[in-house]
């Protein structure tokens, strides 16, 4: 069943073709990559479906719901979370706060309990902590849990960005290049996790990643673009000897 | 040093993280609630005022240390507060109601606000935000039935159950809770998920909007919180001045409050009260420090501003976490004594955003 398919999407900037008549379909539980040579729109392809930016035509569905016109901030109650590509975190709070903000959508209290801060409130926030610190476990980043994110070495804010993810129990992950910056160790830790979040969280895992390894490793299914243009859909290794693919990565 | 030892994770929501918290705040509120028996009647006015810097400070670090919106209108606020509070006295409700009701519909002005501040950023809100500041000066002056023009209006005193409140010890007391009120409600606020939903767009805006943060409605609420505790402000300020007139509320005490929250510790509850204090006292020092200066200096005009003016500068450049950012490493420096090392603190080029490769 396919949970999230995006119908003939094209958007512009100016003159900037940056998506032209995209198409594809992301099966529930794979973890489909989307390579591409640098401004070929594969982060663009991401705010598409995060909703950041209007695309000019085209659908997109997510479990069985039209989400083409969906405003920015219902779609992580939809189910989708996402990182970002240069990490974008909240740099003065520690890292369990930024996690905790994962658990905003599932918030129950008004602004008046809150001011107040109820017992409602607190059984709330408490709830809310334990959950945080299941993903914190599962991520290992017990040993950072009360460190302001401005004093994180770069690996870990990756790690943490991934985490806050979690945080909103997601059906659908988009991970924008998660191994950039990450030494060649931290790279294999990922792969691992990846595999865990896929599988035992059940996560549909949608990447963008540049590391071929770690692409035919993790994932089920390669979209290749270029140009704003899918180039050809596929497992991995019917990808990595494609003709286009290769021409777009390496010229004629 | 102190290490916690956390046992639950309702430690972590407390507003005392351990003992020595309890006791130092215990102690802190001791004394100001029997330091009015003890010092001149001039000086209990004076911390009353300090009492209403530090209400107003903090709406306004709520709005600009946790949301990361500037306003340079909050005069404006405080004097809606205030006329509205005087308008209803004089049409005879009780000091609470009028109080409350000052309140909100402040609040539901700041709300009003927000809308239109909602596509600006930075400087472009700043602007604005003086720009309806400057609406509402002109407002004051010219809508003479309501506000009495630039004759201004009489504030009645201020009455509380059928008793008196406008001596100095008593007015003191009532400013002393409201202050109290309102740092509890913030620090509720702040550890709730509405407080934290701010402080994640101050931090990154399209990671907030990601993670499920309505950032319109946020950022309104968050106007509308900040006017409505400055609003309060300006009720109490109505009647610790006594008389209402449009030249109180001006574009010189917006850039007051500013500095306030600034050279207290922006993103800090205990710079409000720093910097209520120092925005308090600095005349008072200066007008001391005229007597031992030169004729020369002490008559300049306009030496008062200047002085703010060139601390703020100075704040801004050696310490921009301000007071508090101050105080957190004298702290740390006695906390580690022998082994302090000076490159904690170093400050590293950060970059703007813009200059961030994207």
Not at chain 1, 218 to 240: F, H, T, W, Y
Request: contains cysteine.
């Amino acid at each position: 069943m396919s949970l999230l398919k995006m119908t003939d999407m094209s958007l512009s900037f100016g003159g900037v073709l940056a998506v032209q008549q995209v198409s594809f379909d992301v099966v529930e539980g794979e973890v489909f990559s989307i390579i591409g040579p640098n401004g070929a729109g594969k982060t663009t392809l991401f705010n598409l479906i995060s909703r950041l930016y209007d695309a000019d035509i085209g659908k997109l569905c997510f479990d069985d719901e039209n989400i083409t016109r969906t405003p920015a901030h219902h779609i992580a109650e939809l189910g989708i979370a996402r990182t970002f590509q240069n990490t974008e975190l909240f740099e003065h709070e520690t890292v369990l706060h930024n996690l905790l903000i994962g658990k905003h959508v599932y918030r129950k209290t008004n602004l008046l309990s809150e001011f107040c801060f109820t017992p409602r409130v607190r059984r709330q926030e408490l709830q809310f902590r334990r959950e945080a610190e299941d993903v914190i476990d599962l991520l290992n980043l017990q040993r950072y849990r009360d460190q302001i994110i401005g004093n994180l070495p770069y690996g870990v804010r990756k790690m943490v960005e991934v985490a806050r993810a979690l945080c909103i129990k997601p059906k659908l992950l988009l991970l924008d290049e998660p191994s950039s910056g990450l030494n060649p160790e931290e790279t294999e830790d990922l792969s691992f996790w990846l595999e865990d979040i896929n599988e035992e969280l059940g996560v549909t895992i949608i990447m963008v990643e540049h590391d071929m390894n770690l692409v035919s490793r993790s994932s089920n299914r390669v979209m290749a673009l270029a140009d704003g243009k899918c180039l050809a859909i596929g497992s991995p290794q019917e990808i990595q000897s494609n003709a286009e693919v290769l021409r777009a990565y390496l010229g004629d | 040093m102190r290490f916690i030892r956390k046992t639950s994770y309702g430690q972590d929501i407390q507003l005392f993280k351990h003992r020595g918290q309890v006791f130092w705040y215990g102690l802190l509120l001791a004394t100001v609630f029997g330091l009015p028996f003890f010092i001149d009647s001039f000086y209990v006015g004076e911390l009353s005022m300090v009492f209403i810097y530090a209400i107003a400070g903090t709406g306004l670090m709520l709005l600009v240390g946790y949301t990361g919106l500037v306003s340079l209108g909050h005069a404006a606020f405080l004097a809606i507060g205030a006329y509205t509070h005087a308008y209803l006295m004089t049409h005879g409700w009780p000091l609470l109601p009028s109080i409350i009701s000052a309140t909100l519909f402040t609040s539901l002005i700041g709300g009003l606000v927000g809308i239109p501040a909602l596509r600006m950023t930075g400087i472009y809100l700043a602007v604005a935000t003086l720009a309806f500041a400057i609406i509402i000066e002109q407002v004051l002056t010219h809508w003479v039935s309501v506000t009495g023009g630039f004759r201004g209006m009489p504030v009645p005193l201020p009455q509380l159950f059928g008793v008196d409140i406008h001596d100095a010890l008593s007015f003191y007391f009532f400013c002393l809770a409201i202050l109290i009120i309102c740092l509890l409600l913030a620090l509720n606020l702040l550890r709730s998920p509405t407080g934290r939903a701010m402080r994640a767009i101050r931090d990154s805006e399209i990671s907030a909007q990601s993670m499920g943060i309505h950032l319109a409605y946020t950022k309104t609420l968050a106007f509308a919180i900040s006017a409505g505790f400055t609003g309060l402000a300006g009720c109490l300020l109505a009647h610790k001045i006594g008389y209402l007139a449009p030249d109180g509320f001006t574009l010189l005490i917006s850039i007051q409050l500013l500095i306030l929250v600034v050279v207290g510790g922006l993103g800090s509850l205990h710079g409000v009260i720093y910097g209520a204090f120092f925005i308090g006292f600095l005349p008072q020092a200066i007008a001391l420090m005229r007597d031992y200066l030169p004729t020369k200096i002490s008559q300049i005009p306009g030496l008062e501003p200047g002085i703010f003016g060139l601390i703020l500068v100075l704040f801004l450049i050696y310490e921009p976490l301000g007071i508090y950012g101050r105080w957190l490493k004298i702290r740390h420096y006695f906390e580690e004594f022998p082994l302090y090392r000076k490159a904690t603190h170093q400050r590293q080029k950060s970059y703007l955003r813009t200059e961030r490769l994207r």
